[in-house]
């Protein structure tokens, strides 16, 4: 079966760095590009980044853009997202999430599994 | 750039029809997909609709997406306890995923 799993969550000091790492299972990973998407405590989701499924791409949100740098390891289906320069309002919930590719094109099935999430806390 | 707006809150009774709104900021929203996922308490997202009103396998047909001009609905009709859960609509508007504010739906 499908699994995502996130680790590498943990509390930073704020302009410190931290990785996270998303370990896929039980599909094609290089068929599908691959999301971050955060949540802050009792917050609405935050999308974060996104890779296509061969790494050709990345995209990101303006409030991580210069900081984040997201990235894939097809050899070893797992995923991962550089976070550099931590503040306090990065702090939340990392979900990965997976989103697949048909020829080229997306399948219009985004964000179809998630998984369980790892929590990033930055605090002095 | 693009901002979804969804009401804070919702409720209704059980085997009532409820419906949660997305409404768009620019022009754009008539031309882009909204997608529907969700969370139930503790837990991870899970897609309710893809492309405006289509829904994934497993989805229960209570469950359905509708979308006119610059406004998208999601409706839960034969309202039941276990859906009570927070609500995200979500599109890809000029190269970034915006998600919805979120919309908490009580079962009274």
């Known amino acids: 079966q499908v699994q995502l799993v996130e680790s590498g969550g943990g509390v930073v000091q704020p302009g410190r760095s931290l990785r996270l790492s998303c370990a896929a299972s039980?599909?094609?990973?290089?068929?599908?590009?691959m999301h971050w998407v955060r949540q802050a405590p009792g917050k609405a989701l935050d999308w974060v980044a996104a890779?296509?499924?061969?790494?050709?791409?990345?995209f990101y949100a303006n409030s991580v853009k210069g900081r984040f740098s997201i990235s894939r390891d097809n050899s070893e289906n797992t995923l991962y997202l550089q976070m550099n320069s931590l503040r306090a309002d990065d702090t939340a919930v990392y979900y990965c999430?997976?989103?697949?590719?048909?020829?080229?094109?997306?399948?219009?099935?985004?964000?179809?599994?998630w998984g369980q999430g790892t929590l990033v806390t930055v605090s002095s | 750039q693009s901002v979804l707006t969804q009401p804070p809150s919702a409720s209704g009774t059980p085997g009532q029809r409820v419906t949660i709104s997305c409404s768009g900021s620019?022009?754009?929203?008539?031309?882009?997909?909204i997608y529907w996922y969700q969370q139930l308490p503790g837990t991870a997202p899970r897609p309710l609709i893809y492309?405006?009103?289509e829904r994934p396998s497993g989805v229960p047909d209570r469950f359905s997406g509708s979308k006119s001009g610059t406004s998208a609905s999601l409706a839960i009709s034969g309202l039941r306890s276990e859906d009570e859960a927070d609500y995200y609509c979500?599109?890809?508007?000029?190269?970034?995923?915006?998600f919805g504010g979120g919309t908490k739906l009580t079962v009274l």
């Open positions: 999430a997976r989103e697949e590719w048909c020829g080229g094109a997306t399948c219009y099935t985004p964000f179809d599994y």
């Open positions: 620019s022009s754009n929203i008539e031309t882009i997909y």
């Open positions: 890779i296509l499924h061969d790494g050709s791409s990345e």
């Open positions: 492309r405006n009103n």
């Open positions: 979500a599109a890809w508007d000029d190269g970034v995923w915006l």
């Open positions: 039980g599909f094609t990973f290089s068929t599908y590009a």
